[in-house]
C-alpha cells in the first residue's frame, strides 16, 4: 500500500516537473480547510441587503442564494476532473492553457495578479481593519496618519489607521507563508475552524430566535414570492417576470462572488498529497459545506429580521443587526470579532494560492524569472513577495468624489470592474474540460465530472445567462473589466519575445 501511494507521488511529481520540489505537505483536511476558509469572508455577513432590495421577498432571497450554489457546486464538480488530471500548481492559468492555448492562460493569470488576486487581499484586509475598529475604535478610514494627497482628479493616496492595520495585516500573512507551507496551513486550519464556529454560534441564534418567536419567520414566507421595496435596474424591477429575472441574474455579483476563490485550492496542487484523489474530493466537500451554511444563514436572517429590516440593516450589516436583535447591544463587538477571524484566515488563503500562479507563469518565462523559483522552505518565496507588494500598493489609493467629499477605494472599483471577466474565464474553463476530452480522450483520467455532460453544460448555460445580464445591465461596471483583461495582450506579447530571444541566446 505505501509503496503505491508513493508510486503514485512520482508519477504526479513527474506530471508537474518542476513542482516535484513542493513540499507535499496538505491532505484532505487541509484542502477542504482553504476551499471553505478563501470562501467565507465578509460577504455573507453583508451582501443578502444589498440582493434583498434587488428581489424583494423571503423567497426570491433563498432562490438568489441557491442560484449561486448550484452554480458553485457544480462549477466545482467540473474543476475537479481537471485538478485530477493536471495535479501541478498554477490552477486555472494551467487549464486554460492547455484546453487553448498559453495567451488565454497568460490573460487570466494577468488579470488574476494585477486585480484578481491582489485586489481581493487588499479588500479583505481592508475589512478585517474596518471590523476591527469594533475593539479599537482609533481604527477608522478617517482617522489619518497620512491626510488624503490629491494626485488626479477623483483620485487621492493617504494612509489611515484601518490602512495601516491593513498593510501589517498583508505583511505578516505574506512572511507567514514564505516559511513554509506548513506555516500556511497551520493558519488557515486554525482561523478556518474558527470562522466556522462562529458561523455556527450565529446559526444557534436564529433558531433560538423562532423558537422563541416565530413569527417573524411565518410573516416572511406568507408572503414570500411578492417583490417589495424593490430596487430599479436601469427602468426594470423585480415586480415583472423579465425584471425577476434580471435581479436573479444581476444579484449573483453578491451571492456568486461571496462564495468566490473556492478554486483557489487548484493553485496549490503540488503541494496537495495525493491530488488525483483530495483535490475533486476536497473541492466538492468544501463548496458543499459553505453553500450549505450560506443558506442557513439567510434563513436565519429571516428568522429573526423582516424583510424590509434586511433590506434597511446600516450600512448593509445583516449579522450585526441580527445579533442586536436577539442579543441587544453585543452584535457591534461581536460580529466585529467574528469577521476579524473571518477575514484574517480569507487573506492567508488569498495569499497561499495567488504565489503558486505566478511562479508557474514564470516558469513558462512569461513573469519574472525569480518568480518561477523556490525558496529552501520549498515555496515560491519571491512570488509571495511581489504578490503581497502589489497589494500592498492596492490600499493606498483611494477615489474622491467631489460632490459628497467622500473617499472610497480603487481597488473596489476595480474588483467590481473584473467580476464580469472572472465569471467568463470560469465558463472557458469549464467549457476546456469539453475540449480536453476531445483533443486528449486517452489522458489520465482518475476523477471524471459526475454528470458530464449535463452538469458543467448546465453550469456554462447558467453563468452566461448571469454575464449576459451583467453586459446588458451593469455595462459601466462590465466593460472596463474587459480592457484589463486585454491590456495583458502587448505584456504577453513582450514577454514571449522576451523568452525566445533568450532561449535563442542560450542555444
Not at 186 to 211: E, H, P, R, S
Not at 375 to 388: E, F, M, T, Y
Request: proline share 4%; glycine share 8%.
Amino acid at each position: 500500500m505505501q509503496q503505491a501511494e508513493e508510486d503514485l507521488r512520482a508519477i504526479d511529481a513527474a506530471a508537474s516537473g518542476e513542482h516535484a520540489h513542493f513540499h507535499k505537505a496538505l491532505g484532505l483536511f487541509d484542502s477542504v480547510m482553504i476551499v471553505a476558509g478563501v470562501m467565507v469572508g465578509s460577504g455573507i455577513f453583508i451582501v443578502s441587503a444589498e440582493i434583498s432590495r434587488q428581489v424583494g421577498s423571503a423567497g426570491w432571497l433563498l432562490v438568489a442564494w441557491t442560484i449561486a450554489g448550484v452554480l458553485t457546486v457544480f462549477g466545482a464538480l467540473s474543476y475537479g476532473e481537471l485538478a485530477a488530471m493536471m495535479p501541478s500548481a498554477g490552477g486555472m492559468y494551467i487549464y486554460l492553457r492547455e484546453a487553448f492555448s498559453p495567451l488565454l492562460g497568460f490573460l487570466y493569470g494577468w488579470t488574476l495578479l494585477t486585480v484578481i488576486q491582489t485586489g481581493s487581499i487588499a479588500a479583505v484586509a481592508i475589512a478585517f481593519a474596518r471590523f476591527s475598529g469594533a475593539l479599537f475604535p482609533f481604527v477608522d478610514e478617517s482617522h489619518y496618519l497620512i491626510a488624503p494627497i490629491h494626485i488626479l482628479p477623483g483620485y487621492a493616496l493617504s494612509l489611515s489607521t484601518a490602512q495601516a492595520v491593513a498593510l501589517v495585516v498583508i505583511l505578516l500573512i505574506c512572511f507567514i507563508n514564505t516559511r513554509g507551507v506548513t506555516w500556511g496551513k497551520l493558519i488557515q486550519n486554525v482561523f478556518t475552524i474558527a470562522k466556522l464556529a462562529g458561523v455556527v454560534l450565529l446559526l444557534a441564534l436564529g433558531v433560538f430566535a423562532f423558537v422563541r418567536n416565530p413569527s417573524v419567520f411565518h410573516a416572511n414566507f406568507a408572503d414570500a414570492w411578492r417583490p417589495q421595496h424593490v430596487a430599479l435596474i436601469h427602468t426594470l424591477d423585480a415586480t415583472t417576470a423579465f425584471g425577476l429575472f434580471v435581479a436573479l441574474c444581476v444579484s449573483q455579483t453578491g451571492s456568486l462572488f461571496s462564495a468566490d476563490s473556492w478554486h483557489d485550492l487548484t493553485f496549490v496542487a503540488g503541494e496537495v498529497r495525493n491530488p488525483r484523489r483530495n483535490l475533486p474530493l476536497a473541492l466538492g466537500l468544501g463548496t458543499g459545506l459553505v453553500i450549505g451554511l450560506y443558506l442557513l444563514c439567510n434563513l436565519c436572517y429571516l428568522a429573526v429580521l423582516p424583510v424590509s429590516a434586511i433590506q434597511t440593516a446600516p450600512g448593509d450589516r445583516v449579522a450585526t443587526l441580527v445579533v442586536d436583535t436577539v442579543l441587544p447591544g453585543i452584535g457591534k463587538l461581536a460580529m466585529g470579532c467574528l469577521i476579524m477571524v473571518s477575514t484574517f484566515g480569507t487573506v492567508n488563503a488569498l495569499t497561499l494560492a495567488g504565489g503558486r500562479a505566478c511562479y508557474a507563469m514564470a516558469q513558462d518565462g512569461l513573469f519574472f524569472r525569480r518568480a518561477g523559483t523556490l525558496n529552501r522552505n520549498r515555496v515560491p518565496g519571491w512570488a509571495l513577495a511581489i504578490q503581497c507588494l502589489w497589494s500592498l500598493l492596492l490600499v493606498l489609493p483611494r477615489t474622491y468624489a467631489a460632490a459628497t467629499h467622500t473617499y472610497g477605494n480603487l481597488y473596489s472599483n476595480l474588483l467590481d470592474y473584473v467580476i464580469s471577466a472572472a465569471l467568463l474565464f470560469y465558463i472557458l474553463t469549464v467549457a476546456g474540460l469539453f475540449r480536453l476530452r476531445s483533443t486528449r480522450p486517452d489522458a489520465p483520467r482518475p476523477y471524471r465530472c459526475w454528470g458530464y455532460p449535463w452538469l458543467p453544460a448546465l453550469y456554462i448555460a447558467g453563468a452566461s445567462a448571469v454575464l449576459a445580464m451583467l453586459f446588458a445591465y451593469r455595462t459601466t461596471t462590465t466593460w472596463p473589466g474587459l480592457l484589463i483583461v486585454l491590456s495583458g495582450v502587448p505584456v504577453y506579447l513582450l514577454l514571449r519575445k522576451n523568452s525566445s530571444q533568450a532561449g535563442s541566446a542560450a542555444r
